[in-house]
Structure formats: C-alpha cells, structure tokens
Nanobody, 122 residues
C-alpha cells in the first residue's frame, strides 16, 4: 500500500507562510526520493523540493531557494514543506510525491497524493 496524503494548504497573503504536511504510508520513505511538486492547469509539472534517500541531501528549485524548507519526521512518516515569503506566483496545487530526486532534476513521478491547494493573494 502506497498512500500520500497532503494537508496544510490554504489562502495566504503575499509575504505570509504556510506549512504543508504529507502523511506517508509506512514503506513510502524507502523510495529514492520524496518531496513536493506543484502543477497548475495548463502548466508543466514543476519540482519544488525533495529529499534524496541516496545521499540525504535536500534539493530545491531555483524559484524557491531561500524561502522553502523541506524536512521529515521518520517516526511519523511525515514530510513537511515550510513555505515562507510566499508570492502570488507560488499559487498552485502542491503534491507530495516520490521518485527521482537530484539537484536540478526534481521529478518525483512515481507516486503522488491528491494535492493541496495553495493560494497566495491579497
């Protein structure tokens, strides 16, 4: 059983913060990488951040570096994405996912959850 359930999305004003959570099934964290991508209608999937299970490094897209932080709690099998200094362009559906996770190659297309909506607007 592979389950990824996201939560924590919502409406926030520009400059605000949100913390996304991903509850993973017991064996999900054994994959090579786990993290987050975002996708809006008519747009390509954009890798946001991931944790590599090979080297333990965390990777971020250039658009979120310095603003987002990924972390995980192995006891709870939960992955978090702390999002600070949010901008309107961050508005998207955010998905927790597993898959390839490398610097400049955050794909995460093996498994993913239902997504959680993040809207940054005044």
């Amino acid at each position: 059983q592979v389950q990824l359930v996201e939560s924590g999305g919502g409406l926030v004003q520009p400059g605000g913060s949100l913390r996304l959570s991903c509850d993973a099934s017991e064996y999900t964290l054994d994959y090579y990488g786990i993290g987050w991508f975002r996708q809006a209608p008519g747009k390509e999937r954009e890798g946001v951040s991931c944790i590599s299970m090979r080297d333990g490094n965390s990777y971020y897209s250039d658009s979120v570096k310095g603003r987002f932080t990924i972390s995980r709690d192995n006891v709870k099998n939960t992955v978090y994405l702390q999002m600070n200094s949010l901008k309107p362009k961050d508005t998207d559906v955010y998905y927790c996912a597993t898959g390839p996770c490398y610097n400049d190659y955050i794909v995460l297309d093996d498994y993913w959850g239902q997504g959680t909506q993040v809207t940054v607007s005044s």
